[in-house]
């Protein structure tokens, strides 16, 4: 059995765009459609498991009532019947059609345990039970799909209905976070935004009558191509005007600029009044829309306001000015017989902190390791300059931003070591023989010694134990692990920790780097397997992480398949942004070895799986080189590369 939730989705900005872009096969001139889509809180909550029919029940109490079970055989015929009826279930029977005459599935049992999304308001909820359907079959058949594949059998399967939902309807598959939704002709692409101060919305069910059918009937009128004046504007405003102002919403949600995004919602409702509505005069008159989004109570308590999804007299959203005007806001629009809602965007955490665990004797590099701890081994770089390993490490630290930095040691005696290079200035004798630049860097070093905290893993327990030892450094926020024998370089002027950095807080869940290795090889690395999220195969959506398989077993289970149908294995880079989850994870895996009395290592890679199949994991292919120095050959690999200019 399976647990699910789908939330629905607001339109931020961008409404018609999707069908508006898809225009683009007829015409070329047409420009691409873009929207800005979030998830929002209300949504979806079910459990499914595999049936030999299919079956949609509910003990949910927000729509009992409204609701009454169903089942229906697996087959094509009928499902497609329930399809075309018009009924309750007409959109979950589309997409098990889908999925039965494309994938050749089994039946599956939903029962939804919980409903707060409302129905008919412009919040997508009949894309959201689409989207529940095709991610139930997904999971319990391991049809391998990424997100944009359920959200496209969503869509697929919706169509199959009596419904004409747009494409950004389903981007609800993507959860509680903004996205940027392009669409060019058949073509998407989702990319998640970044958020850096909280963004506190207020949308409300208006309760009057929109017809949504008429105003798309209306609309559609004007493509592919223009006729007159009116159908121009129709086009300039959905095209290259919303495209101005999509631009300009990504920048200001990235520079935390909240009165001008809200700002920027009532020019593109007055936009959309004067370019779009004529199209419609009669559909998108909107009295309802137009008294609450003039109502002067509100306005003190809002940067700005605007309609929801087809526009009409269905949704209303505001940004609220602060929280506390957020709640009054709600309140208010509540007492005048609206269905009032919340959302609240928060920023993600910014990581500040990393943590190296060093406390590995080098058994693979003795007897060099009798004298010299691994990390401390010099290595040549480009720059002329030969620096230990552990410099090169905490300078790509400090360059991505981070503040603080863990490293996990071995014992108390060990920081001697740190704190001779990093906290102790080389006598007068020794600075007086090197040159101004050289001098200049050992101010540089002494400021690097200032970032460093220090833990012990005094039980060698495995890696994830050693990992452990800095949960209360890592102060319950997400956290950059990097690994103490391998050295990473960019290939371009971004350092490898900023690239994982940007990429967390985009999808602000648990991420990995990854780096394709041959299969021979696959045993010596932690392996991922998933599926692309992005056209360009940097983003694995992360379906399970092995830690050093066999090649067979890589090679059956492990396979990640490019666009040219080549089968790649993603090992992980060695950089990794732990969440608070993964540190919770490791303290009940130490808890239950200790009850047990066991002695098993505890390893990082089985808590990485264990949040992954909880949460979510994203993997994330890097524009950088990985170079391992914890072995002979390896070492030597790694002075003959590192030292040489990237354009070598």
């Known amino acids: 059995m399976v647990k699910l939730f789908v939330p629905g989705r607001l339109c931020l900005f961008g409404e018609h765009t999707d069908w508006a872009g898809h225009y683009r096969t007829m015409n070329a001139d047409i420009p691409p459609g873009a929207a800005i889509v979030t998830g929002i809180e209300e949504g979806i909550y079910a459990e499914a498991e595999k049936s030999s029919i299919f079956e949609m029940q509910s003990t949910a109490e927000e729509i009992d009532g409204l609701w009454k079970d ?95 939902c747009g494409r950004l309807d389903q981007a609800c598959a993507f959860g509680v976070k903004p996205n940027l939704m392009t669409f060019d002709g058949d073509e998407i692409e989702v990319q998640a935004l970044n958020v850096k101060k909280a963004l506190r919305w207020v949308f409300a069910d208006l309760c009057a009558e929109k017809d949504t059918v008429r105003i798309l009937r209306d609309l559609n009128k004007a493509y592919p191509f223009a006729s007159n004046e009116m159908e121009r504007r129709e086009h300039e405003a959905l095209g290259i005007l919303n495209q101005q102002i999509i631009d300009r919403a990504i920048r200001y949600m990235a520079e935390g600029k909240v009165q001008e995004l809200g700002q920027l919602m009532t020019e593109a409702e007055n936009l959309f009044d004067s370019h779009v509505a004529p199209m419609s005069p009669e559909a998108l008159a ?66 500040r902190r990393a943590i190296i665990p060093v406390a590995g004797f080098g058994t693979r590099l003795y007897p060099s390791t009798r004298v010299m701890k691994k990390d401390f081994f010099p290595i040549p770089c480009a720059d002329g300059m030969v620096r230990p390993v552990i410099l090169i490490l905490l300078e790509e630290l400090v360059q991505s931003g981070i503040e603080e930095i863990c490293l996990v040691l071995g014992s108390e005696e060990e920081r001697k070591l740190y704190a ?35 833990v012990y893993q005094h039980e060698k327990r495995g890696f994830g134990h050693a990992v452990y030892q800095a949960a209360d450094f890592a102060r319950n926020e997400p956290v950059l692990l990097m690994l103490g024998d391998t050295l990473y370089r960019s290939l371009t002027n971004k350092p490898c920790a900023l690239q994982l950095i940007e990429e967390y807080e985009r999808y602000n869940r648990l991420i990995v780097g990854l780096y394709p290795v041959e299969l021979a090889d696959v045993s010596h690395f932690g392996i991922m397997a998933g599926v692309w999220e992005d056209k360009d195969e940097t983003i694995l959506n992360v379906s399970t992480v092995y830690e050093k398989p066999k090649a067979s077993y890589a090679e059956e289970f492990l396979a990640v398949r490019n666009q040219k149908g080549k089968r790649e294995y993603c090992s992980i880079f060695g950089q990794y942004i732990l969440t608070p989850e993964v540190f919770q994870q490791l303290a009940d895996d130490i808890r239950l070895a200790d009850e047990q009395g066991s002695s098993r290592e505890i390893e990082l890679t089985s808590a990485l799986e264990a949040v992954r199949a909880k949460i979510g994991m994203m993997g994330i292919r890097f524009n950088g080189e990985r170079y391992d120095m914890g072995n002979p050959a390896a070492l030597v690999e790694t002075v003959a590369k590192f030292s040489q200019p990237l354009n070598n």
């Open 420 to 454: 001779d290079f990093f906290d102790r200035p080389l006598s007068d004798e020794h600075l007086s023989k090197l040159n101004s630049e050289c001098r200049e860097y050992e101010n540089h070093i002494m400021d690097i010694g200032k970032r460093l905290r220090y």
């Open 70 to 164: 169903f089942a229906c055989r697996m087959d094509e015929a009928e499902l497609k019947r329930v399809a075309k009826s018009g009924s309750f279930f007409c959109y979950c029977a589309g997409v098990a059609s889908y999925m039965l005459e494309w994938y050749k599935v089994g039946g599956v049992r939903i029962r939804i345990t919980r409903m707060t999304l409302p129905m008919k308001s412009g919040l997508s909820s009949s894309a959201a039970i689409c989207v529940l359907v095709a991610r139930a079959f997904n999971l319990l058949y391991n049809l391998n799909l990424n997100t944009l594949g359920e959200m496209n059998i969503a869509y697929l399967g919706e169509l199959r209905t009596s419904s004409r």
């Open 286 to 351: 909107a009295p309802k829309l137009h008294e609450v989004l003039n109502d002067p109570l509100i306005q003190p308590l809002v940067w700005g306001g605007k309609g929801v999804g087809s526009h009409g007299d269905g949704s209303v959203q505001f940004l609220a000015r602060d929280e506390e005007c957020q709640l009054k806001l709600l309140d208010y629009l509540n007492s005048k017989g609206l269905k009032a809602y919340q959302l609240t965007i928060n920023p993600v955490h910014t990581v």
